[in-house]
């Protein structure tokens, strides 16, 4: 199966459904925020079979600037997806 990524704010509808999804896997309730990067450019979201299944994002202000933010579904852990985004991230923010 090929995980797809995207460099794009994932619809609020598939960000919801991951949010469920995240509850349901791993017994919590995330928060998902809305950050600039969202709209910057700066955030990546990775799809099976058109299902979201995680996004990532660079920071892009405070002390965390420049880290990179990852949530992903449990059953998708230990697949290099969070390392792919981290890459791709990255590779588009030295290109700007």
């Known amino acids: 199966m ?3 990524l995207h460099n794009e704010r994932p ?5 919801r459904r991951l949010m469920d999804d995240l ?3 791993a017994g919590v309730q995330p928060h998902l925020e809305e950050p600039e990067a969202d709209r ?3 955030v990546i979201a990775a799809y099976d ?4 299944i995680g996004v990532g994002r660079l920071v892009d202000t405070g002390a ?3 880290s990179f933010e990852c949530t992903l579904l449990p059953s ?5 997806i969070e390392s792919s985004m981290r890459k791709l991230l990255s590779a588009r923010r030295m290109c700007r």
């Open 11 to 15: 619809e609020e509808a598939q960000l």
């Open 23 to 25: 509850a349901v896997e």
């Open 64 to 66: 965390e600037a420049g």
């Open 40 to 42: 910057s450019g700066r």
């Open 2 to 4: 090929k995980i797809a």
């Open 49 to 52: 079979c058109g299902r979201l």
């Open 76 to 80: 998708y852990s230990g697949r290099e």
